[in-house]
């Protein structure tokens, strides 16, 4: 009888403590920006909060799309970003674990041409050589638009495509053929020229990795 009743309370303090558990993560949760939990989920850096609990309370429940619903409007590109900085960004797993989230962000109504720090989900895709994230983006309506660049409030334009040659200079190694393939594609399909000398002439500005000093463009 003593027995039972000692098991009976143990099973009641563990209920209670999962409770609370959930009660503080909900509440840490609703008090930090949407933003750094999903540095959190796509961070490769020991975290106290698992990728799989993240996702089911911001994907999964009404709660979680509201605060994904009411966070900044350049979520989509930040998704890119994270997963852009992973240590094989062109380990498939890592895009398709962005594209999970772009997926209900897009649901949610988030723009899929917003930027970031000046560059959109798609323009990191293509400095990154993530091929399956860049074909996903342009399927669902990322433009293939030039973008700008330059310091203060000189900018200067130039073509997407010069983001993969570029790529394909800072990393001789890097197979840029299939981004290279799936940009052309886009820009016939969106009707926009493509300024293949304007691209070119800007990736010559880039410098090979092993550089000393590997920063080839300003953000």
Known sequence: MNL????????????????VWGAGFVWICSRIPTEYLLVSVFDRSDRTV???????????????QDKLRDSS???IAYVSSASS????VLHASSQRRAIVWIR?????GKPVNAKMEGFSALEDAVMSNQIILARYLIRHGARVQSFSYGEHHVKHYAPLIALALCMQRV???ANAIPMLRLLKQAYRQQNIPIHLK???????????????????MDR
């Open 104 to 108: 209900e962000l897009l649901k949610l």
């Open 4 to 19: 039972r009743k000692v098991a009976v309370r143990s099973i009641i303090v563990v209920l209670i403590l999962i409770v």
């Open 50 to 64: 698992s990728r799989s609990i993240l996702q089911f309370y911001l994907l999964d429940t009404p709660w979680g």
């Open 198 to 216: 304007v691209a070119e002439k800007f990736a010559q500005r880039c410098r090979p990795r092993s550089n000393p000093q590997p920063i080839y």
């Open 171 to 173: 990393d001789p190694e």
């Open 73 to 75: 409007n350049d979520i």
């Open 85 to 88: 900085v992973d240590d094989n």
